[in-house]
């Protein structure tokens, strides 16, 4: 605690000069995010920093997994779907991405065992939500014996099934129609810090920054 009342002087006394207009105006003006970016709450991928954004930029929904349930569930395990509709409907967002990361520990309780449900029952109900991607890694990929490429692959497809389920909410759907919408899946590897984007026409991850660009 202590190391976080020291980074709140440093910021006060230091940084935030460098941020004083922009607070200022984003204290007037309200909030005007252009993307909801939706990743893990695992405390190594910190959005506004791989996408060096400023506040008032994105619009940040962290969960365990980066998991996004279809709109009909409901309840305590669906507390990111208010935030979708907030950030689509209300900030009118222009873009969506879905970002998950290599050494997703969700992702291993997924491919192992479950929390248990004793213990963690609200862990456990939430990982359930993505059985889909379990199973898509038990038929399509039982054949890898490296658990660590089978959890950075069940990452991936979890990116894929959040982008799936996002399709279910009724005010994404409205905006994707209306043409003033953009999904996006991303991957963090933790290791180098680089990004892949999921490209739909070749159907896999690919560099999002290349040396080209």
């Not at 105006?25 to 506004?48: M, Y």
């Not at 520990?105 to 929390?115: C, D, V």
Request: glycine share 6%; net charge negative; with cysteine.
């Amino acid at each position: 605690m202590q190391q976080l009342i020291e980074g709140v002087h440093k910021f006060q006394t230091d940084a935030f000069g460098n941020y004083r207009s922009l607070f200022r105006k984003l204290s007037q003006e309200g909030q005007n995010p252009h993307t909801l970016f939706i990743t893990c709450s695992d405390s190594r991928v910190l959005a506004e920093l791989i996408t060096q954004s400023k506040p008032g930029d994105l619009f940040v929904v962290k969960n365990v997994g980066n998991i996004i349930p279809q709109s009909s569930v409901t309840g305590s395990t669906n507390s990111t779907a208010a935030a979708i509709e907030f950030a689509v409907e209300t900030l009118r967002v222009s873009d969506i991405v879905v970002c998950g990361h290599s050494q997703c520990g969700a992702m291993s309780a997924l491919l192992g065992n479950l929390p248990d449900a004793n213990l963690m029952p609200h862990l456990c109900e939430w990982l359930k939500l993505a059985e889909p991607v379990r199973e898509i890694i038990r038929s399509q990929y039982a054949h890898l014996g490296n658990d660590a490429v089978r959890i950075d692959i069940a990452g991936e497809e979890n990116v894929l099934f959040g982008l799936e389920n996002l399709h279910s909410y009724h005010c994404v759907q409205e905006r994707l129609m209306a043409g003033t919408l953009r999904l996006h899946g991303w991957f963090f590897k933790i290791a180098t810090a680089e990004l892949f984007a999921y490209d739909p026409e070749k159907r896999q991850f690919s560099p999002l920054i290349t040396e080209k660009s």
